[in-house]
């Protein structure tokens, strides 16, 4: 019997993880959720544990063969200190303790965000440099990318990590994307990107799929994976995303140009009013910058492929959103 412990297990990508492993003969699945969170969990076992609170992980690692390690604070609100504690401090100090413990696998979830993409239409892959501007952007980015340094430096070490950096998770019970920035008005969708952006979707089921696959895998330690779905142009993502959903409305599509020319103005109010904006130039590049995340080594090297297409991908998160909507009403 295998144990393989998951962090974050009661959030969006934690709970697929508990699904997929679920479905492995021989295998023991524990999750660690946050401190009160343990009631809703299904697990084999469940431990409360909290990565802000390191003398809570031996425990949590007793006996413990694999670690995926989805858990992260991911708010839209925070100071730089708590999110540095849980994504960072936590990170350092879960990889340490389950050395200490002979954990013989850790599998960390990164981001996308971690590269660094210089320049629109660019092809990014694993060997790509990170990002440099990250002090420019929100917490949460920043966390990411130096968690995945602190995974980086363990690695170096000689520790038995693997880092998986995911394309933009969807699925069932999450809110499906329509673009990266998008804004309903009437029927309209105004869409903050060109026609041709490249969405690198990531479906949660796919995700957990290539972390459960990579923690068994031993060929996995000390590699890094990026994990994309594929990568769907702006305006045909969202011709599928109005078909899975049933949803009629137009998309406007607003030239780069045109953002960054609004962008700089803010920036100059923001200024002489003395004040921080509460957008920099640097966070609107980044996202209007079109890149091709290459995630040919996970298949070459795992044999990951995504079992399940992004429009059906796509139809079976809308019928879960509807089906949740009938049970509420």
């Known amino acids: 019997m295998t144990r393989t412990l998951v962090t974050g297990a009661g959030g969006f990508l934690g709970t697929a993880v508990l699904r ?5 003969d021989g295998e023991i699945v524990r999750a660690m959720v946050r401190p009160g969170k343990s009631g809703a969990c299904t697990a084999t076992e469940v431990v409360e544990a909290d990565l802000t609170d390191p003398s809570s992980f031996p425990a949590a690692l007793e006996g413990v063969d694999r670690v995926i390690h989805a858990g992260a604070r991911v708010a839209t609100t925070g100071s730089w200190e ?4 849980a994504n960072v401090t936590g990170t350092k100090a879960l990889i340490e303790a389950s050395e ?5 696998h850790f599998v960390h979830v990164s981001s996308l965000s971690v590269y660094d993409v210089p320049g629109d ?6 060997d790509s440099p990170l990002e440099a501007g990250a002090s420019e952007r929100g917490f949460y980015a920043r966390s990411k990318l130096d968690a995945d340094k602190a995974a980086q ?3 170096a070490r000689g520790a038995p990590v693997t880092i998986v950096r995911p394309g933009l998770i ?4 999450r809110k499906v994307p329509l673009a990266r920035r998008a804004v309903a008005a009437g029927p309209f969708r105004v869409v903050l ?3 041709d952006y490249l969405m690198p979707m990531a479906f949660v089921e796919n995700v957990a799929d290539g972390l459960v696959l990579a923690s068994q895998r031993r060929e996995a330690i000390g590699r890094i994976y990026t994990l994309v779905d594929d990568h769907v142009r702006q305006a045909d993502y969202a011709r599928m995303f109005r078909q899975a959903s049933g949803e009629s409305w137009t998309p406007v599509y607003v030239p780069p140009a045109v953002i960054r020319s609004a962008i700089s103005i803010v920036e100059k109010a923001a200024r002489v009013a003395g004040r921080r904006s509460p957008v920099s130039s640097h966070q609107v590049e980044r996202t209007l910058r079109s890149a091709r995340f290459d995630g040919s080594r996970v298949r070459a090297e795992l044999e990951w492929h995504p079992r399940v297409p ?3 991908a796509l139809r079976r998160s809308f019928a879960d959103a509807d089906s949740r909507a009938n049970t509420a009403r």
Request: glycine letters at 16%; zero cysteines; hydrophobic letters at 45%.
């Open 100 to 104: 200490r413990a002979g954990v013989g």
């Open 121 to 126: 239409g660019v092809t990014v892959d694993e």
């Open 170 to 173: 969807f699925g069932p019970g």
């Open 193 to 195: 990107a060109s026609r």
């Open 20 to 24: 997929r492993l679920a479905l492995e």
């Open 82 to 85: 708590e999110f540095e504690a």
């Open 310 to 312: 992004i429009f059906e």
């Open 153 to 155: 430096d363990a690695i």
